[in-house]
């Protein structure tokens, strides 16, 4: 059912490991998680407790949700196994992430260590290392103008989300270049110091031509059909098209953006990034399509279900040829889990340098 591109993925997890020393140097032993300002637990990177604990203040909070199914609020402590391949799932896969190791002086392997620099806006509602916020004036760096965004784009291969600019901290997964923006009005922006983006910035790229105009269209289709996808527009800025997505993890509440969690289904089934294929060149087991229809079936209402099966069935009648367990997510809140919208759906027809394995 699902396909392999032969690209370069991201780290590759044992299922028992410790962090690495320079990451327990860093963080003292121990790198907070937080929902907004609220303290959800903690990762720990010792020798012999290794993990994630809860903090006993957000497991009895009405309103609390679980970090990842791998991780229920019903135990306090859960080990390397299930928080290291959730952290990876947060970041960007190869090259993006040799690229932003480099530049932040770690290796790719070191997940946490790389979080600590990149976590307070990540896909979900939880930011990593420091609290985040809902929006507070001053918090969006404005982008002035089409010719600074387009400066901006230009530079994202080079200098991915960002890293390294004064106040920014953000992850987005995947392999595609990307960046996490805030848009107000017909202005975007840049968020600092730990504020929610609302929309991810896709532009073009050589090796996939008009891939900003394909996305719109298979997205808007699934709309029109009845698939939920988030809301999507194009635009140009000097010689740079781009998609501009709406993120579904995001909701406007008066004055403040709130962040809602989620997770994909390689987190949900405790698998790395780069096992994300069900067949895959790194010789590990990725998940079939068997397996992640066990997730809503176990941990979602028969409607849910149905919403997975109808995504399923609409990537290959487009020929998205490059579906993976990472392209569907889920929502987690203290009522239980639901599907997330679609996303990232690309017909491949018009790539030939594409590898298709549909199984």
């Given at each position: 059912m699902f396909?392999?591109?032969?690209k370069p993925a991201g780290p590759t997890l044992p299922r028992h490991r410790t962090f690495p020393t320079a990451t327990r140097r860093t963080l003292m032993d121990r790198l907070p998680v937080y929902f907004e300002t609220r303290e959800v637990g903690w990762?720990?990177?010792?020798?012999?407790a290794s993990g994630f604990t809860y903090a006993e203040s957000w497991r009895g909070l009405t309103g609390a949700f679980p970090v990842s199914l791998t991780m229920p609020l019903?135990?306090?402590?859960?080990?390397a196994s299930a928080i290291l391949p959730w952290a990876a799932n947060l970041l960007p896969e190869n090259p993006t992430l040799g690229t932003v190791g480099h530049m932040l002086g770690k290796s790719p392997a070191d997940v946490i260590g790389l979080l600590a620099e990149m976590g307070r806006d990540t896909a979900g509602a939880l930011s990593v290392g420091q609290p985040g916020t809902g929006l507070i004036a001053g918090k969006w760096r404005e982008i002035p103008d089409k010719a600074s965004l387009e400066r901006i784009l230009n530079e994202?291969?080079?200098?991915?989300f960002l890293v390294g600019e004064d106040g920014v901290s953000m992850s987005l997964a995947g392999v595609q270049t990307k960046l996490a923006?805030?848009?107000e009005g017909d202005t975007l922006y840049i968020p600092i110091d730990g504020a929610p983006s609302t929309h991810i910035i896709k532009p073009d790229g050589e090796r996939l031509p008009g891939a900003v105009q394909n996305e719109a269209f298979c997205l808007t289709l699934a709309r029109m059909i009845g698939i939920p996808t988030p809301k999507v527009t194009t635009g140009t800025a000097g010689e740079?098209?781009?998609?501009?997505?709406?993120?579904?993890?995001?909701r406007h509440e008066g004055k403040r953006w709130r962040r809602l969690h989620q997770e994909d289904f390689c987190q949900a089934l405790g698998r790395p990034p780069a096992a994300k294929y069900q067949n895959?060149?790194?010789?590990?087991?990725?998940?079939?399509?068997?397996?992640?229809?066990?997730?809503?079936?176990?941990?979602?209402t028969a409607q849910q279900t149905a919403r997975f099966v109808n995504l399923a069935i609409f990537n290959p009648m487009v020929w998205n040829a490059d579906s993976h367990a990472k392209n569907y997510s889920l929502m987690l809140s203290a009522r239980g889990a639901a599907m997330a919208p679609g996303y990232d759906i690309v017909c491949a027809a018009p790539y030939p340098k594409i590898t298709v394995s549909l199984h």
């Open positions: 396909s392999r591109m032969p990762i720990m990177a010792a020798d012999e019903s135990r306090a402590s859960h080990d994202l291969p080079h200098k991915p923006v805030a848009l740079r098209s781009y998609l501009l997505v709406e993120r579904y993890d995001r895959n060149d790194r010789g590990l087991k990725g998940p079939s399509l068997a397996d992640m229809l066990g997730v809503p079936q176990r941990h979602m």
